[in-house]
């Protein structure tokens, strides 16, 4: 069974750091598309960073803030959020693909897993 599992999500105040883990068990991603994608209340659920082997991508209200980046022996990817804002607060929730892309997916639909979410809440 895949499991996806977050950690790492906690509360700081505005301009503080956190890095966020996903864990993944059950199949190994070295070779397929990671994400992570965040929802705040009464919104709906927006793409942040994407990796795959070699590339990644970040939506344009996190570069520069955020780093993604993966450790395949471990099966885990991160999110690094530095210098953080109020409008980072959200559920952040990892994402795992089960196919190969010519593009760096950004898109929930092109996900097959996912984690359960950890939530982010910066305060001002």
């Known amino acids: 069974q895949v499991q996806l599992v977050e950690s790492g999500g906690g509360l700081v105040q505005a301009g503080g750091s956190l890095r966020l883990s996903c864990a993944a068990s059950?199949?190994?991603?070295?070779?397929?598309?990671m994400g992570w994608f965040r929802q705040a209340p009464g919104k709906e659920r927006e793409f942040v960073a994407a990796?795959?082997?070699?590339?990644?991508y970040y939506t344009d209200f996190v570069k520069g803030r955020f780093t993604i980046s993966r450790d395949n022996v471990k099966n885990t990817v991160y999110l690094q959020m530095n210098s953080l804002q109020p409008e980072d607060t959200a559920i952040y929730y990892c994402?795992?693909?089960?196919?190969?892309?010519?593009?760096?997916?950004?898109?929930?639909?092109?996900?097959?897993?996912w984690g359960q979410g950890t939530q982010v809440t910066v305060s001002s």
């Open positions: 059950g199949r190994s991603f070295s070779r397929y598309a």
């Open positions: 990796v795959t082997t070699g590339r990644t």
């Open positions: 994402a795992g693909a089960s196919r190969l892309f010519y593009h760096l997916p950004t898109i929930g639909s092109e996900y097959d897993y």
